[in-house]
């Protein structure tokens, strides 16, 4: 931010600043008047402009002006349809303009957020009261309640500037919901009341978790999947790389919701269908990766963080999440937490080592075709070497592993860092890990199998700081 940027900040604040000391001492026509001459300022930010729509509402409601103050509510909205009390702000204009059902949706959109406010289930109780019967959800079925919390923040019949704010002032009066209705009862209308269902669910859910309530989140959660099918039945099934999905969402908190309640196996469920739901949102494999350390399946960890962070290779949190299971899993000899504990000893003795090279093949470290008698069944065959080195490369690190008969590529679990490869096949008992004589760039590492040998090829490039080093 330059000086001419800063300098005009700090006039904006101050306006608001005064605004909300004028508030204080109900001078409302000093404070109406530093919070628009604020809104004048050129180049406001959204946050800027969310407060002083907020503030200015608030004293427009004081002041009698709830056209005016409607508008206001309206716009701050649109900039962040999350805050309840500009939901409530809204609310309360409309409940005096004598729009009972505007005012009705309002109120049940600030509940959303603020689930537990008592004036808002006050006014809602009365708001109801006055609605014909069967409008008013009197017999307690929350199913009937729809809820758009956007909606209320748009209304296509007002057109007109709030009085005593200039034109240039005012908040846009348009939007693109502002659009005929489709015909009655048609698929249309169907699957938009799912959707609004749906929807209302979720944020209802969310309020919930937010106050604490694991249970009750939890079982809104699985009610608002029931309406996902229907609810984007006209959405297109392809997601876009890094992009969620509705039902994606909401098995990611329903997920959350379960390993607070200390249901693991849940949670574990639940991110498993977040991935599958949207394969490419790093949240989701963010939310698995959380599991599997809740577990201590360490490995298993790293390898879905280690996903959730290429996908968002500039979020922190991933990055940090990511480090934290791999120095788990390293600490763990690369293997779940509670194997490490029951199998150790087996784990290390079966631990491949990295030898000389076979000057006559150019392998590494090849573990013999036969196995000894007192190795494990599954002890798993592989060899390393490295190839592609020349004077304008440091080559790569191929690793190859033989699974054994009957193991699918799909029943196999592999995770790279830059110094070790873990290779897991759950079903079959096996695990292996081999440290890697040097470092390698584990983000750019490719795979391959061969369903007819039955061989998984690993292609690790050589970090460039490992480019003078040497095999030994």
Not at 80 to 108: C, I, P, W, Y
Not at 144 to 161: G, K, Y
Not at 240 to 266: H, I
Request: glycine share 6%.
């Amino acid at each position: 931010m330059n000086e001419a940027e800063e300098a005009r900040a700090r006039f904006v604040d101050e306006l608001r600043s005064r605004g909300n000391v004028a508030m204080g001492r109900d001078d409302l026509q000093a404070a109406l008047s530093f919070y628009t001459e604020a809104l004048k300022s050129e180049g406001l930010t959204g946050t800027e402009e969310l407060k002083l729509r907020g503030n200015r509402a608030a004293c427009l409601l004081l002041m009698g002006q709830h056209e005016a103050a409607a508008a206001d509510a309206r716009a701050a909205l649109r900039l962040d349809h999350t805050q309840a009390k500009n939901h409530f702000r809204l609310g309360s204009a409309l409940s005096e303009m004598g729009d009972v059902a505007g005012a009705l949706n309002s109120f049940r959109a600030a509940r959303c957020f603020d689930y537990d406010n008592p004036e808002i289930e006050r006014r809602i109780e009365a708001l109801e009261e006055l609605l014909p019967s069967g409008n008013g959800n009197e017999d307690g079925d929350e199913q009937n309640e729809r809820v758009d919390p956007m909606a209320s923040s748009l209304d296509p019949q007002q057109t007109a500037v709030p009085p005593g704010i200039a034109a240039a002032d005012a908040p846009f009066t348009t939007h693109p919901a502002a659009r005929p209705a489709a015909p009655e009862a048609s698929h249309r209308d169907t699957e938009a009341d799912a959707r609004a269902q749906c929807e209302n669910l979720r944020l209802r859910a969310n309020a919930l978790f937010k106050a604490g309530d694991m249970d009750t989140a939890r079982r809104l959660y699985t009610r608002a999947l029931g309406y996902v099918d229907e609810a984007y039945a006209s959405r297109s099934t392809r997601v876009a790389k890094g992009e969620s999905t509705p039902a994606a969402q909401l098995y990611a908190n329903r997920c959350q919701a379960a390993l607070a309640l200390g249901d693991v196996g849940g949670a574990l469920q639940d991110a498993r269908w977040a991935c599958d739901a949207a394969p490419d949102w790093p949240k989701a494999h963010f939310r698995l990766g959380s599991v599997f350390l809740h577990k201590k399946q360490f490995a298993d960890a790293y390898g879905a963080l280690k996903r959730a962070s290429h996908l968002d290779p500039k979020n922190e949190e991933l990055i940090e999440a990511c480090r934290h299971a791999r120095e788990k899993m390293l600490a763990a000899k690369g293997v779940p937490d509670h194997l490490a504990k029951e199998h150790d000893e087996k784990i290390i003795a079966r631990a491949p080592r990295i030898e000389k090279p076979d000057t006559s093949t150019g392998q590494v470290g090849a573990t013999p075709s036969t196995p000894s008698q007192s190795s494990p069944p599954t002890e798993l065959r592989h060899a390393l070497e490295h190839v592609g080195v020349c004077e304008s490369s440091s080559g790569a690190l191929k690793l190859r592993v033989w699974l054994p008969e009957g193991v699918v590529m799909a029943a196999v679990d592999l995770q790279v860092s830059s110094d070790v490869v873990v290779v897991t096949a759950a079903e079959a008992g096996v695990e292996m890990r081999v440290p890697l004589p040097i470092p390698v760039r584990d983000s750019e590492a490719t795979a391959s199998f061969s369903k007819k040998k039955g061989i998984l090829t690993i292609n690790l490039p050589v970090a460039p700081a490992a480019a003078t080093a040497v095999l030994v």
